[in-house]
């Protein structure tokens, strides 16, 4: 089993997100709002995103670990 990816760069995380289906529905302030179908994650758009804030948009967006390092 893989470990959490410390501290990525939000553009990468979108990048990531969008090879998993997901699009951009808008943005709010500095947080980028990913749709996919009913499923909804938001992305801080700061230096860098924790291991906590990611394993919170992995759980909303519906992703195990293993499928997102695939898409990184």
Known sequence: MSKLPRSLKPTKV?????????????????????KKGS?????????SVKTGTLRSILR?????????IECL
């Open 60 to 68: 909303q967006a519906g992703l195990t670990l293993e499928e997102f």
């Open 39 to 47: 499923l909804r994650t938001s992305v801080p758009y700061h230096r």
């Open 14 to 34: 979108i990048k990531a997100l969008q090879k998993a289906g997901f699009e951009i529905d808008h943005t709010t302030g500095s947080h980028y709002i990913m």
